[in-house]
């Protein structure tokens, strides 16, 4: 089983940013857990600032993994391109936010992803990303 997790901008603070929102772990910290919690798992994990970037490596993934848990953080409310990758590609997708965006600013409640995700999961923290991970693997047993 291959997984990969992909975060979008500013995902690389996790830890240090708006940490009353976000928490105070780092995200290289968690995904030791994470990798220590599914040693059956191959994972990989990408992160950028740059929304071409995450095309490029959700369209990649998208044909070598069984599975993507995608946090694309602010480009999510925007990007209409990271969509039609999800689209395009074969691996399910689990979208991810670590904050509850619906209890946020309006503008957040916009999601170019949720439509093309095989679900979503907001407002858990870190343990999103594990609850898709768990998802991902029961879909394979
Ligand atoms: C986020 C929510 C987004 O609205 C925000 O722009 C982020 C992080 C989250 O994980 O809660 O950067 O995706």
Do not use: C, W
Request: net charge neutral.
């Amino acid at each position: 089983m291959k997984i990969a997790i992909i975060n979008g901008p500013n995902l690389n603070l996790l830890g240090k940013r708006e940490t009353d929102i976000y928490g105070n772990m780092s995200f290289d910290k968690f995904l030791e857990q994470l990798k220590a919690k599914y040693p059956q798992v191959v994972f990989s994990y990408f992160q950028s600032n740059i929304e071409g970037e995450l095309i490029n490596e959700i369209q990649k993934a998208g044909y070598e993994y069984n599975g993507i848990v995608l946090n694309p953080a602010g480009y999510t409310h925007t990007s209409v391109a990271i969509g039609d990758a999800i689209a395009a590609i074969k691996a399910p997708v689990i979208e991810v936010h670590i904050s509850n965006v619906h209890a946020r600013e309006d503008f957040r409640k916009l999601s170019h992803v949720s439509g093309k995700a095989a679900g979503s999961i907001f407002g858990l923290g870190l343990k999103g990303y594990e609850l898709a991970v768990e998802y991902l693997l029961s879909r394979t047993s």
